[in-house]
């Protein structure tokens, strides 16, 4: 869920701007240039993905996907998770503009974290790779919701309830999420290794 | 002034017809971008995963914001955004509300674009004006509502006036970006942002990005398309999620080889990680004024918010 204009404190809207600086900064170093399009590609293809409604009973839900990003990317996930924040917010205004910043935070740091918890536990397997897509694209979700509550209640008490009621609300996302990163991660290993992160070459049985 | 908070019980009907209000306004919002007319976007008639809006559709205008150097109007704009998070008194609020009316229609936006993006923040709002009247703690002097034969649902006046507050400003906000991208074409919006000291390689991104993503768009809807025609309905199961994990890894194979392709064809033909840029940029005296006007307007909002205190409640 992407923080809209006038919920946070100025000062906390323009720092989360200078972190969010920084760390792109530090991802960006970490970029290849021959890299670019496929970062670019990636910001599209999931900016495309959380279009998709996903059937939740009565309500659908948006997936945030910044776990299969990490997964996907490493350390120049937040470059790309921030260009898509932008993107959302210019083009549907999902998220508002002074909290480009804060947004890309709530998203981006759980995207690098994402990508490393899951290329520390894939081993070679399928089975690993999925239980880690699973456990990746979880703690996606679960350190988003973390960020997005510690944000709200930067606001001072008034705005408890309102983080409270984002986590709730967010456990069913959580759910679905690692499922589907789980499912996206199986697909990507069996057709195009490459896309995890991971040679070919080094696939067991070949 | 008001020392000990105010308890004030309502029949149990207002609470009745308050929600049935609610319903009929969700129901509207929802369903009511119909009635907008929509011009020539035919995006607005497609299944709604897929409907992207463009994001300069109407940069052919000759508003004062058309004309206005782009680098300019970027940092003026984005300022007075800002100061217009930080207000805190409804009523300044309201007046930035009417400041970014005004501007919508100065720079020839037709309507259905703003309330798009109203739209697309009724969700996370409500959530707010829903969930703060019940949660606020309560302080002194805070107007508290009950229903009868419902105690347990206490409403703070004050969070209602928090929740208001935060929509208002939000609204506000929301509809000021429209005359920032919307007028200029978005190149140019792009060329600006790296003459603003955005480095080169993120201005590529997002336009590589940008130009990606209706490729992607129309990838992936064709892609949609097949699903449903071999019976596919989108369901809350687990088979549901499965398939979407599949055509997720499928978007991303097929776009990714075929923006490989492109990227070499691109580097074939001379591409050096930029798009040659035939902008201009030249800041006239009356772009400066421009800039300067709203900057004073976003300080002296600033000034007002905190020195001029109007409350509408007391």
Same mark, same amino acid.
């Given at each position: 869920m992407h923080i809209s204009d006038g919920v946070l404190p100025t000062y906390v809207a323009v720092g989360s701007y200078a972190v969010s600086l920084a760390l792109a900064t530090w991802s960006a170093r970490r970029i290849n240039p021959e890299e670019f399009p496929k970062i670019a590609v990636v910001t599209s293809a999931f900016f495309v993905a959380s279009l998709i409604h996903v059937p939740l009973g009565p309500t659908s839900v948006h997936l945030i996907l910044s776990g299969l990003v990490g997964i996907m990317l490493g350390s120049s996930a937040f470059v790309s998770v921030a260009l898509g924040i932008v993107l959302q917010s210019l083009l549907f205004q999902?998220? *508002? $503009?002074? /909290?480009?910043? &804060?947004?890309? %935070?709530?998203? *981006? $740091?759980? /995207?690098?974290? &994402?990508?490393? %918890?899951?290329?520390?536990?894939?081993g070679r397997?399928?089975?690993?790779?999925?239980?880690?897509?699973?456990?990746?694209?979880?703690?996606?979700?679960?350190?988003a919701v973390g960020l997005l509550a510690l944000l709200l209640i930067s606001g001072g008490e008034d705005f408890f309830g309102v983080a409270l009621i984002a986590l709730y609300a967010h456990i069913p996302v959580l759910a679905i999420e690692s499922a589907v990163c789980a499912f996206t991660v199986s697909f990507l290993y069996k057709v195009k290794p490459q896309l995890l992160g991971m040679s070919s070459a080094s696939r067991p049985g070949e | 002034m008001k020392e000990r908070e105010a308890r004030v019980e309502l029949p149990l009907e207002i609470l009745l017809i308050a929600l049935g209000v609610l319903l009929l306004l969700g129901l509207a919002v929802k369903y009511?971008?119909?009635?907008?007319?929509?011009?020539?976007s035919p995006e607005e008639g497609k299944e709604r995963d897929w409907a992207i809006p463009t994001i300069d559709s109407q940069a052919q205008g000759h508003s004062l914001f058309h004309r206005w150097d782009a680098r300019i109007k970027i940092v003026a704009l984005v300022f007075f955004m800002f100061c217009a998070a930080s207000v805190q008194n409804m009523a300044w609020a309201l007046a930035t509300l009417l400041v970014s009316a005004l501007s919508i229609l100065m720079a020839q936006i037709p309507l259905h674009r703003p309330v798009r993006r109203l739209r697309a923040m009724v969700p996370f709002l409500t959530m707010f004006l829903v969930v703060m009247p019940l949660t606020v703690p309560q302080k002194s002097g805070d107007l508290m509502v009950s229903f009868a034969?419902?105690?347990?649902?206490?409403?703070?006046?004050?969070?209602?006036?928090l929740a208001l507050l935060i929509v208002v400003k939000a609204s506000a906000i929301a509809l000021l970006v429209e005359p920032l991208v919307a007028t200029a074409p978005f190149p140019a919006t792009v060329q600006a942002l790296a003459r603003l000291k955005v480095p080169p390689m993120v201005c590529q991104m997002i336009l590589l990005a940008h130009r990606y993503i209706f490729v992607f768009q129309?990838?992936?809807?064709?892609?949609?398309?097949?699903?449903?025609?071999?019976?596919?309905?989108?369901?809350?199961?687990?088979?549901?999620?499965?398939?979407?994990?599949?055509?997720?890894?499928?978007?991303?194979?097929?776009?990714?080889d075929r923006t490989q392709r492109v990227h070499e064809a691109m580097l074939a033909r001379g591409y050096a990680n930029t798009f040659p840029q035939k902008i201009e940029f030249r800041a006239r005296r009356e772009d400066w004024l421009k800039g300067a006007l709203w900057a004073g307007a976003g300080l002296g909002l600033l000034m007002a918010d905190r020195w001029v205190k109007w409350t509408l409640f007391s």
């Open positions: 999902f998220g *508002g $503009i002074t /909290a480009i910043g &804060a947004n890309s %935070l709530l998203a *981006g $740091i759980p /995207a690098v974290t &994402a990508g490393w %918890l899951f290329h520390a536990l894939k397997s399928l089975n690993r790779h999925v239980f880690a897509g699973a456990l990746a694209g979880g703690w996606g979700v679960f350190l | 009511g971008g119909r009635f907008f007319p929509t011009g020539k034969h419902v105690p347990f649902l206490e409403f703070n006046g004050r969070g209602l006036e129309h990838e992936a809807e064709r892609m949609g398309k097949g699903m449903r025609a071999r019976g596919f309905r989108k369901r809350t199961n687990l088979e549901t999620l499965r398939t979407l994990g599949n055509f997720l890894g499928m978007l991303l194979v097929r776009t990714f």
